[in-house]
């Protein structure tokens, strides 16, 4: 799956705004926004050139740490690429299927890959629900067998939270917990995955972005 997003690409800042500062500034959508619009609106929000760094930790409820590694994503018109690294700076192999290492993570969730998939909707069920308190617009996307819900702010057009479907089940969750802004775009800054209910939760940070 995924996580978004927008999932990743924010800048450092002195002050750490919350979800409801983006509140603020004028509506980057009109109300009568299609579903396509939405997501390119989305799409806008990661950086066609981008290097950025970050880590990962998967840590208990009560905040046990399990694991812990660091990320440097590179987009580029070659395409993209993930190096991922443990705490003695050893290379770890990331796969573009199923888990990164023993996080809840996956290749999806730093790269965002499906806001290109071209089979999208309003999410009829979901419509006008809030993330983090802000009132969104929720797009379903789907490539194939997989299937992909996202909340979009539909004042800034940032990604507050995303859930992988299977046979129309919440299987894994996605959410922000805090934005920055980055070259005029809000996104988030700390965002938290893992399946609905489970012990342990993997937290991204980003640290820096050129």
Not at 38 to 55: D, K, T
Not at 117 to 129: I, Y
Request: charged share 30%; glycine share 8%.
């Amino acid at each position: 799956m995924t996580f978004f997003a927008s999932v990743l690409f924010v800048a450092a800042a002195a002050a750490e705004p919350s979800p409801m500062d983006a509140l603020s500034e004028a509506p980057v959508f009109s109300e009568t926004a299609t579903a396509k619009e939405m997501l390119e609106g989305c799409r806008a929000m990661v950086p066609e050139e981008v290097e950025i760094r970050g880590h990962i930790n998967r840590r208990s409820r009560r905040g046990t740490e399990k694991s812990a590694y660091r990320y440097v994503l590179k987009r580029s018109a070659k395409g993209t690429e993930l190096e991922l690294t443990d705490k003695g700076g050893n290379a770890v192999e990331v796969k573009r299927e199923g888990r990164i290492a023993d996080t809840d993570v996956t290749w999806s969730d730093l790269t965002l890959d499906y806001l290109w998939w071209a089979d999208v909707r309003f999410d009829q069920e979901k419509e006008s629900e809030t993330a983090q308190g802000i009132i969104c617009r929720v797009l379903l996307l789907k490539n194939g067998s997989r299937a992909i819900r996202i909340w979009i702010d539909k004042r800034t057009g940032a990604m507050l939270q995303a859930h992988e479907l299977a046979e129309g089940k919440v299987v894994r969750e996605m959410f922000c917990t805090s934005l920055r802004k980055f070259g005029g775009r809000w996104a988030p800054k700390n965002i938290e995955v893992g399946p609905p209910g489970a012990k342990y939760r993997t937290k991204i940070v980003v640290e820096d972005v050129k």
